[in-house]
Structure formats: structure tokens, C-alpha cells
Nanobody, 119 residues
Framework: QVQLVESGGGLVQPGGSLRLSCAAS????????MTWYRQAPGKEREWVALLTGTGGSTNYADSVKGRFTVSRDNDKNTVYLTMNSLKPEDTGVYYCNARRSMSSPIQYWGQGTQVTVSS
């Protein structure tokens, strides 16, 4: 069955860095658009960054542009989110999402990993 397992979250001070990983199984990973979302306490889930199957195209939310980098290793079936210059407002649960295309009604979610930015 399809599984997405996020890891790498934790507590970090403002200005610090973290790298999140999302390990995928149960589908042809290289065919799928991978997207990172986050949800802060009391807020709606929001899109953060996406990466096409070949890795040739990326897109970022304005709030993270220039600080976050999304990448993938299709040999390891893993997508990464490297987060630099972290701010308290980056705090939340980070989820990875897989779908065949952005218009596909079928999508898969991981269980999330907590990121807390605080001094």
C-alpha cells in the first residue's frame, strides 16, 4: 500500500536550519508531483513547496521563498525540504503529499512531522 513517512522535525532556534525527509513507497515515485504542506496551530493547512516528478520544476510559497529548498532523490524514493533562516512563524506540522498531477483527485498524505521554531 502507499506510504509516506516524514521525519526530521524538531525544536530549533530562530535563524536555525532543519532538513525534513519524506520516504515514499507503494507507488512509482518518479511519476508523482511531491508537495510539502504545513499546518500551524489553529490555522488551515497551507502549501509550502512543490517539485515535479523529474525534479525539473519547483515552486514555493512567498513566505518561504529564498529560505526553503525542495529536492528529491528518485533512487531513494525520498523528497526533502531543507529549511534555513527559520522563523517562529514556520512552526507547525509539516506534511508531504503525493499526486500524479496537480489536477489529480487522488492524492496521498503522510502523518506529518512537528517543527517548532522557538528560543
Amino acid at each position: 500500500q502507499v506510504q509516506l513517512v516524514e521525519s526530521g522535525g524538531g525544536l530549533v532556534q530562530p535563524g536555525g536550519s532543519l532538513r525534513l525527509s519524506c520516504a515514499a513507497s507503494g507507488f512509482t515515485f518518479s511519476y508523482y508531483v511531491m508537495t510539502w504542506y504545513r499546518q500551524a496551530p489553529g490555522k488551515e493547512r497551507e502549501w509550502v513547496a512543490l517539485l515535479t516528478g523529474t525534479g525539473g520544476s519547483t515552486n514555493y510559497a512567498d513566505s518561504v521563498k529564498g529560505r526553503f529548498t525542495v529536492s528529491r532523490d528518485n533512487d531513494k524514493n525520498t523528497v526533502y525540504l531543507t529549511m534555513n533562516s527559520l522563523k517562529p512563524e514556520d512552526t507547525g506540522v509539516y506534511y508531504c503529499n503525493a499526486r500524479r498531477s496537480m489536477s489529480s483527485p487522488i492524492q496521498y498524505w503522510g502523518q506529518g512531522t512537528q517543527v517548532t521554531v522557538s528560543s
